[in-house]
T-cell receptor, first 113, second 114 residues
Framework: ETGVTQTPRHLVMGMTNKKSLKCEQH?????MYWYKQSAKKPLELMFV???????ENNSVPSRFSPECPNSSHLFLHLHTLQPEDSALYLC????????????FGPGTRLTVT | GENVEQHPSTLSVQEGDSAVIKCTYS??????FPWYKQELGKGPQLIID?????GEKKDQRIAVTLNKTAKHFSLHITETQPEDSAVYFC?????????????FGKGTHLIIQP
């Protein structure tokens, strides 16, 4: 098991719902990431936070809203999603001064109905 | 930005044989290349990585080689075992233009036949 946990592990939501994904890292890292993993596509980087500051927003639609209250917690707030947003959402963390070695959580399997 | 191509998409080998997965990258500025293993229902797990100042790195049954001139790197697994069955992802780290992060290949589904 890695030191990165994600909740919930599974989520089904309607297009008009609002929900949040949570990630927590117990590794003492300073950078956290959200990735989207869809079938038949490479992992896509969504957001990067380094020392709680957002340093990357990879052209993600505004219906996805990240929040990083401290270096151990990361949230992804979801609202008015589309069915094509159904995917596995993965959180990762790394040392702030070593962005290379990223450690992933188990992911949240999201289904939008 | 970076583009990473990975081949093959599926690889089936007999238990005990070797497996090789290959990746190419487009940006010569990329300087870090990790490999991840993802089992069903789990997140990707970092298994080995290599930096651009090194040509080869080994860790027990797994090794990674890097050819900077040709811009390709490979994962080698020797004496394969059933627990090696998983999806393997290569990645390249790109830094510049305001975009720092890993660009992943599409993955290789490795199947170890008993």
């Amino acid at each position: 098991e890695t030191g990165v946990t994600q909740t919930p592990r599974h989520l089904v939501m309607g297009m008009t719902n609002k929900k949040s994904l949570k990630c927590e890292q117990h590794l003492g890292h300073n950078a956290m990431y959200w990735y989207k993993q869809s079938a038949k596509k490479p992992l896509e980087l969504m957001f990067v936070y380094n020392f709680k500051e957002q340093t990357e927003n990879n052209s993600v639609p505004s219906r996805f809203s990240p929040e990083c209250p401290n270096s151990s917690h990361l949230f992804l707030h979801l609202h008015t999603l589309q069915p094509e947003d159904s995917a596995l959402y993965l959180c990762a963390s790394s040392q702030g001064d070593l962005p290379y070695e990223q450690y992933f959580g188990p992911g949240t399997r999201l289904t939008v109905t | 930005g970076e583009n990473v191509e990975q081949h093959p998409s599926t690889l089936s080998v007999q238990e005990g044989d070797s497996a090789v997965i290959k990746c190419t990258y487009s940006d010569s500025a990329s300087n870090y290349f990790p490999w991840y293993k993802q089992e069903l229902g789990k997140g990707p797990q970092l298994i080995i990585d290599i930096r651009s100042n090194v040509g080869e790195k080994k860790d027990q049954r797994i090794a990674v080689t890097l050819n900077k001139t040709a811009k390709h790197f490979s994962l080698h697994i020797t004496e394969t075992q059933p627990e090696d069955s998983a999806v393997y992802f290569c990645a390249g780290f790109y830094s510049g233009g305001g975009a720092d992060g890993l660009t992943f290949g599409k993955g290789t589904h490795l199947i170890i036949q008993p």
